[in-house]
């Protein structure tokens, strides 16, 4: 797709296509990292009801503040937040877009450290923002030094970064969370839309929040929450970025409809969570086998694996696809990545790629040499 010459779309624009995961009608789809298990009938039962309630009264605007959903997230949460220091919008991508169009924008800079989510570099092209890079380390760890050099020459108005990191599925620890905090000049976002799928011993970005008031730690019902349809993203922050968020946001920008299933579905959030456990118990697993098979893995804190390296990871991504599967061809040159699913998923994945192997003329030629 390219943009038509007579169309007068801003000149900076007219490179880019639409954001695009492939979405392809195929019986296996673990490419996005959605919780493959949907909400029980008692849930969809109270999520119907809730909505035949909202249904008499669309004729009027929702509530602006989305407060009972927000005072329904702080508690979520924990930690002690009240609705004052949540936000919710369309998805977290919406609330990061807000959070640039309201601490970024023109004459302003954003950094990240690559590999990172791809999403980053659009809000920050669509709000006009200078956009500036780091690396990870070699195996994708997060360094710190490197971080805090990139900080000091460039001093970012906003810093994003992603624990765990989609696609490498890393978590930061608190202490490299605190050095970047006491070292950006601006606002700090940690981006934490895989929180839930965390080891046990991983601390969350929530914990220092009281400490450094320019941090945002951004959440979403999306992964985890096994509420993607649904598009409900959020954060918690000084309720000072908070109101700063309210002067950017549309009017409405929360449809009653958005409010009142998103509500719903936290009330049962015991039961929309009840399967994260499993799901991690299918990530390790899935690296384990992985790992016998020959590849090199990435450790992962959230529900999918980054696994190659490959020659040629789209022959493989494509033989892969053939088989009904459709994973990832996202992140680093030779690199694949797949979203945990259920069991009998990841038996159809795993037979995917077993087949796929022996079509290429040889393993040799699809794995790369190790150096
Ligand atoms: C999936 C994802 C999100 C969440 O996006 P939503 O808009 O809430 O669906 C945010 N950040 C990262 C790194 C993600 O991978």
Redesign the pocket.
Known sequence: MTVPEWLPIRDDLRPYEPYGAPQLDVPVQLN??ENPYGPSKATADDIAESLRVVATDLNRYPDREAWALRTALASYLGHGLGPEAVWAA???????QQILQAFGGPGRTAASFTP??S?YPEYARNTHTRWVTGRRAEDFTFDVDAALALIAAEQPDVVLL?SP??PTGESLTLDAVRAICEAAPGIVVL?E??AEFRRPDTPTALSVLGDYPRLIV?R????AFAF?GG???YLAADPAIVDALRIVRLPYHLSAVTQTVALAALRHADEMLARVADLRETRDETARWLHEQGFDVVDSDANFVLFGTFEDRHAVWQGILDHGVLIRETGPDGWLRVSVGTPEEMAAFRDALVATLETLPTRQAATQEKA
């Open positions: 996005v990292n369309n998805g977290s991508n919406e609330v990061m990172t989510y999403m992603a990191n989609n981006d839309a895989y951004t979403t019902m999306s992964k993607a598009r409900l993203g």
